[in-house]
Each structure stands twice: as structure tokens, then as C-alpha cells.
């Protein structure tokens, strides 16, 4: 998730001590995290050594998962039983760290490449070692914010379903229509939502992280 629990609950008001309402404040951490890389084209966590495909025709290689930190090697598929083949004396560059400039194309237009490759920012409540890059401040505090708006309009914002269990859904929306004797309570439900509309402030933060390809 693209910001701590933590730090979410802070904002809200909530004690640390109080975790009533961990596991509705994580939904939504992570339905904002997932909103996120769904505006920006790309995923924001670190992965080492994260495999991506790519036309084998192409030279230019804009990654999903960055800054990239290294790259492993490039590998080529000519048909599926063949599988992955490493690709040997491949000259690259490294462009603002997110495109990988092949010198040649490793295929032609029937076939795939495959790059492996380590990139992404380590997530808030991780660790960051040398050369690895920490989630930039205003993406954290952008999904804290919209997280925060989120939970605290959970019952205005176009619900049409729910994917978790009645008693979930009782807590979730602070209804009495499951009663704690309620048989069914363990039924499973579906949640979704119609389209969940950015805060201004968040949505200017995000422009400058989306993926241009």
C-alpha cells in the first residue's frame, strides 16, 4: 500500500490503540493504492528482478515498475516451445531511469522480448537501502488524503456491490441490517464501485507520475 496504516489513522483522528477499524481503513488503503497505479499506468512498489514483456521488434522500452535500479538481462521468446531464451551481447542505455534503450531490436515483430529487471520505490513502513529510491512524500500523503475522503464518504460514493462477508458489510457501513445473531452473517457478498472520482489535490499530484507511453 502506498501509505501506512498508521499514518492514515492519524489523520483520521483515530488512537493508534484503537483497531476497531484496521481492517475497513486497509480496504480502503488499498482500493486508493489500486486507483492510483490504475491513473498513473504503472506500478509504484520495488520488485527485484520483475519480469516484463515487450514487441521484440521495439527498442525503446518504457518499463511499468520505476526508477529502475538494474537490469538482469533481456530474454527472447521465437514460440512457445522454445520458451525464454536469454539474449547474449545486448547493448542498452538506461534513459531517466523508467526506458531501456535497445542499440538493435532483439527479435522481429513475431516474436517477444522479455526484460528482467529490478525498479520500483520501496512503500512506507519498508526499509530503504542504498541505491534504492523511498515513495516520494506527495504520493503518500495523496493517498492518505484520498483514503481519508474515501472512508469518511463511504456511503456516498456509488456503491453497487460488496465483496466480503455480511457482518463485514455491517461494520463497514455502520448499518444495523445484520443483527450479531443473523445466520447468514458469514455469507459473502460483492462490492464495487462506480467510478471513484480523484480529490483535485490528488489528481494534480498524480499527473506528474503518470506513465507516458
Not at 530474454?75 to 516451445?81: G, T
Amino acid at each position: 500500500m502506498l501509505a501506512k496504516l498508521s499514518s492514515l489513522k492519524e489523520r483520521l483522528g483515530i488512537p493508534q490503540y484503537e483497531t476497531a477499524q484496521d481492517k475497513i481503513l486497509n480496504f480502503y488503503l488499498k482500493l486508493a493504492s489500486y486507483r492510483f497505479e490504475k491513473e498513473c499506468n504503472r506500478f509504484f512498489a520495488r520488485v527485484e528482478n520483475f519480469p516484463e514483456e515487450f514487441p521484440a521488434d521495439e527498442t525503446e522500452i518504457t518499463v511499468c515498475r520505476y526508477p529502475i535500479e538494474t537490469v538482469s538481462r533481456i530474454e527472447i521468446m521465437e514460440d512457445l516451445s522454445g520458451g525464454w531464451q536469454p539474449v547474449e551481447d545486448v547493448n542498452f542505455v538506461v534513459r531517466n531511469q523508467c526506458v531501456v534503450s535497445l542499440f538493435m531490436p532483439v527479435g522481429d515483430w513475431m516474436q517477444r522480448g522479455r526484460i528482467i529487471y529490478t525498479g520500483g520505490f520501496v512503500l512506507p513502513g519498508n526499509p530503504c537501502a542504498q541505491g534504492q529510491t523511498p515513495l516520494p512524500e506527495d504520493i503518500e500523503l495523496a493517498c492518505i488524503e484520498q483514503t481519508a475522503f474515501m472512508y469518511q464518504n463511504r456511503e456516498r460514493l456509488g456503491l453497487v456491490g460488496f465483496a466480503g462477508l455480511r457482518s463485514d458489510y455491517a461494520r463497514l457501513f455502520d448499518t444495523s441490517s445484520v443483527s450479531p445473531d443473523d445466520q447468514n452473517q458469514g455469507i459473502r457478498m460483492f462490492l464495487q464501485f462506480e467510478h471513484i472520482d480523484l480529490l483535485p489535490s490528488v489528481a494534480a499530484t498524480l499527473a506528474r507520475y503518470k506513465r507516458k507511453i
